[in-house]
């Protein structure tokens, strides 16, 4: 494969493969997405609230909601035991910190196999954790996505990269570009695995410095929100 600069490539908004669906709540959702958006497997994300009774929850009146994210993944790429194991990997999940049911640790399962895989790890990490988990597990029910500026965070604040991409409201909750560079931009996914996907992202030159310089500037910072 050879990756050819000069002409215009087909950016890959759309993939059209088979997916699952996992559902996460850990935390602000806006480092969540950049984390799963660079995941290899993970083929499109969307972050909405989830889990409470109030209808239609916004940012500003999120009810009984959680914040969290909707993850189509290919499970012949990545397993949901692998995204489990970054679910726990990343976020706070012990009784004695104190957090807003808007922040509650939370595994929506989507059928009897992720239910009984979820409760798996759950048992596990318990058992090696000398607290109790606050962790909720739960069936996925209604999922409100939240607003288009909460969509892919970390990549909106690049308005002009955005433009260029030609990323619009109708892609932020499914093009897979995007949420490879939602990841990518703020150091995730890394370096090895961009340059190695880069031929059929089909992002030009000029666009691949510009992700390259911003990757490599946030490497290893972490994702605080
Ligand atoms: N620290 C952020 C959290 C946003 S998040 C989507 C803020 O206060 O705006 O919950």
Redesign the pocket.
Known sequence: MYYNFDLQNTLLHDVDIPTKKATFGM????SNDSLFGATLGVIRTR?GYAGGTTKNPH?RSIGDHT?VIEIDYDPKTVTYEELLEMFWANHEYGLTTKLKR??QSMIMYHDDEQRLVAEASHRAVQSRCNETLRTEIAKADVFYP?EDY?QK?RLQGHKDFCRSIGLDSSKLQTSHLAARLNGYLVGVGGMNQFDQELPKLGLNEKQAEYVRRELERNEGGGLA?
């Open positions: 935390g602000c959702f806006w972050v940012y914040e808007q922040y939240a909460h965070y929100c």
